[in-house]
């Protein structure tokens, strides 16, 4: 049953070394894939009908998978520290902190990913993926629908077993709630100054500029840790109603002003929230959009800049102390 499927990371110590841990994440797609390549000979030869057998060489050319999750209001700091270039976590009080950043080093680690996939009959095989580095991100929130998380990630390589023994059971967060669309509130400043603007959807992505086919002559098919050799690319989309405030906006956008920008999502657990801050977006684009048969909309395109003396994404995640309780 799909039911018995799981999915869950943990730090690697040395790029592409198993972790023991595996931290429990409740994913909604199994989208790892392992990739493989053929080296192929073929020349003049007689009586050859097609490619010979023993021609052709397969490659481990590693793969990729996405975790997409509905973000909890604790465990969820792992999967935060994959997306982003740097992390602080203190704790104190009760609480842990986890705070995020974008650098111009990315000082992410990798992860290995454990994904247990069910047979029909009973059996259970684990897929332990190797050297999970992150490529990919997108934070989505929109009214009637929990707040989103999805990370994807290039894997060096992947194993896999059904001895029982050999499967990791994740921990999971003793207690979690999701955030959802009822505690997530979004401001926008011009100026200094906030501007009201009553959003419906929220959408942040990060491409983070990594190379990762990292192959070299050196008698090993596996590749290296990927490394950044593009600048990263973060941007928005927030829709909402049109408003006599957002006019202020969309002048911005046709001015080609820098604003700011700040989502904050209230967790149910006490003291437990989670922040976006972008202090300088500018937005790309579009005029208000009347209809016929619904209230005018204002989408807003952004793109996410470097202020220059500021991250350009900063994530604030606290959760409560103890992030993670008993296994499955």
């Known amino acids: 049953m799909a039911l018995d499927a799981s999915i869950g990371i943990g730090r690697e110590d040395e790029y592409g070394a198993l972790s023991a841990v ?48 509905d973000v909890l209001d604790s465990g969820a700091g792992s999967l935060l520290t994959a997306a982003f270039d740097k992390a602080e976590v203190t704790d104190a009080g009760g609480t842990r902190t986890t705070v995020l950043e974008t650098s111009d080093v990315s000082g992410a680690p990798s992860f290995s990913a454990q994904m247990v996939r069910p047979g029909t009959d009973g059996s259970r095989v684990a897929y332990k993926h190797l050297g999970c580095v992150a490529t990919e991100w997108s934070l989505t929130a929109e009214v009637e629908n929990a707040v989103k998380l999805a990370v994807t ?21 003793a207690v979690a709630f999701p955030y959802d669309w009822t505690r997530t509130s979004v401001e926008l400043t011009r100026g200094g100054s906030a501007v009201e603007f009553d959003a419906t959807s929220l959408e942040l992505t990060g491409d983070l500029g990594m190379k990762v ?27 909402g109603e049109f408003t006599a405030a957002s006019v202020g906006l969309y002048e911005a956008f046709i001015a080609g002003e820098i604003c700011g920008f700040r989502a904050e ?64």
């Open 22 to 69: 595996v931290e429990g994440y409740e994913g909604q797609a199994d989208s790892w894939k392992t990739e493989r390549e053929f080296v192929e000979s073929v020349g003049f030869r007689a009586g050859m009908q097609t490619a010979r057998a023993d021609r052709r060489n397969i490659v481990n050319m590693g793969g990729e998978g996405e975790l997409e999750v």
């Open 153 to 173: 990630f290039d894997f060096q390589t992947v194993e896999h077993t059904a001895s029982a023994g050999e499967i990791v059971e994740p921990t999971y967060p």
């Open 213 to 239: 086919d990292r192959r070299f002559l050196r008698g090993n098919e596996l590749k290296k840790k990927p490394i950044r050799n593009a600048v990263p690319t973060y941007e928005g989309t927030l829709e």
């Open 265 to 328: 999502f209230a967790g149910l657990a006490p003291g437990s929230s989670l922040t976006v801050e972008c202090p300088a977006i500018q937005f790309t684009g579009e005029s208000p959009e009347a209809s016929t048969d619904e209230v005018t909309i204002h989408n807003l395109p952004f793109r996410v800049l470097d202020p220059g003396d500021a991250p350009a994404i900063r994530v604030t995640y606290i959760e409560p102390g103890t992030p993670t309780g008993g296994g499955e």
